[in-house]
């Protein structure tokens, strides 16, 4: 029976409540390994090469396509997510003045500086530009 | 890299491909979130963050990698990765059953800029045996080899005939208008002074004093046929003639100063302020001392 806290015979500490289910664990690689599987058709936004030269720029060699297009596509999630949380900052200045609901706010969002800083800042990125250029 | 308003070479235009595609991937998240138009500096800004994170995850792995003493990174050095740059790993089949549009096409392959054969002049130097071959060769050898150029001189025969004939006139156009202007002046023209000073002639107490006595190369001379008769007599006679003559040698050279004959000692002292420059002194040959 594995102890209820502490450290194992092996060295390796467990959290307390893991025994009883408490606690699962993150990450577990299972569906990963099945996922890269379907990767192998599919192609990410990011071609394979771009994102191959800058990994190789860092000193990774691929061995596996798939690993590459598993990075790109974290990459292009990371974006996604970043530009989604955007848009809501977008649309939420818009409606919050009140404007009329019939036209569901203007089809047209613009990115904008004022948009992307609040929300890279929930992120914990901090962009400072200058309003003007000298 | 990045990319911004510098004059790009091949090299720079290399990297630069790469970054423009990643704009256009840029785009298209945007456009697919729902953004019609962005913000250049917006745009800018994810673009530089999507290159540092595919860097920075590439990084990551391989350290995540070479930490547990393996070379190739496998999925699990990638989630562990992923995990630390705080990503939900388990989003991620989502997201790409989500959307399988929008394929960009790859950037046209484009090898490392060569110089183009007509450039190269000469033979580059081969590599030494202490550097690997895969290093870049090395430059073409007329980017360091200097040859000094030493320009001839002239040596034709009219040039150099002329060069020293104008050179003599200059010189000797020169000292004549020092003396006018720094001693005596007799004017040509009554009334006019400056346009034409002659240097004032000085008459001479005893004129034909100069046709008389001989100058001084014609006394040197002399003095040797004069030492190869080995007599004391003669000696002792060439001692005064000498001296006499010492005074009117360089009277003759300075033709226009005229000192008195009367006062030997007198002129020798004016003799000495004039030429005090050792160099300019006439020049002394030794005394032949011949053998009793």
Do not use: W
Request: aromatic letters at 6%.
């Amino acid at each position: 029976a594995a102890p209820p806290e502490g450290t194992m015979s092996n060295g390796v500490y467990v959290p307390p409540g893991v025994a009883n289910g408490d606690v699962k664990p993150v990450v577990s690689t299972t569906p990963l390994v099945d996922f890269l599987m379907q990767l192998e058709d599919y192609t990410p936004t990011i071609p394979d090469a771009v994102t191959g030269y800058y990994l190789n720029r860092a000193g990774f060699e691929a061995s596996d396509p798939r690993i590459i297009r598993l990075i790109s596509l974290a990459a292009q999630k990371f974006i996604s997510d970043i530009a989604n949380d955007a848009l809501q900052h977008c649309k939420m200045k818009g409606t919050a003045s009140g404007s009329s609901r019939s036209k569901s706010k203007d089809k047209k969002y613009t990115l904008t500086m004022e948009d992307l800083t609040p929300a890279l800042a929930e992120y914990g990125i901090n962009v400072k530009k200058p309003h003007y250029f000298t | 890299r990045a990319g911004g308003k510098q004059a790009s070479t091949p090299a720079d235009n290399y990297y630069l491909a790469r970054r423009r595609t990643l704009q256009v991937v840029v785009s298209s998240l945007l456009t697919e979130a729902g953004f019609e138009s962005a913000e250049k500096a917006a745009v800018e800004t994810l673009t530089e963050m999507l290159q540092s994170y595919i860097s920075e995850m590439g990084r990551s792995a391989k350290s995540y990698c070479e930490h547990t003493a393996r070379t190739q990174p496998t999925l699990s050095d990638i989630v562990v990765t992923l995990v630390e740059m705080g990503f939900n790993v388990e989003t991620l089949p989502a997201y790409a059953k989500r959307s399988q549009r929008m394929v960009i096409t790859a950037p046209p392959v484009t090898n490392q800029p060569v110089t183009p054969k007509a450039l190269t002049a000469g033979q580059n130097k081969p590599h030494p045996s202490h550097i690997p071959s895969h290093f870049p060769e090395f430059p073409d050898p007329h980017t360091y080899i200097k040859t000094p150029t030493y320009r001839e001189p002239v040596s034709d025969y009219q040039v150099l005939r002329e060069k020293a004939a104008s050179q003599r006139r200059d010189v000797e156009r020169a000292l004549t208008r020092f003396m006018a202007k720094t001693g005596e002046t007799q004017s040509l023209f009554k009334d006019d002074v400056s346009t034409f000073p002659l240097i004032a002639a000085r008459p001479f107490t005893v004129p034909y004093l100069t046709a008389l006595l001989p100058s001084e190369l014609e006394m040197q001379q002399m003095e040797e046929t004069d030492s190869s008769e080995q007599d004391d007599q003669t000696d002792t006679e060439n001692l005064p003639l000498h001296m006499s003559t010492d005074d009117s040698g360089p009277e003759k050279e300075n033709a226009s100063v005229l000192q008195q004959n009367t006062s030997l000692s007198g002129s020798r002292n004016g003799e000495e302020n004039m030429i005090d420059n050792p160099y300019l002194r006439p020049v002394k040959k030794p005394k032949i001392r011949r053998k009793k």
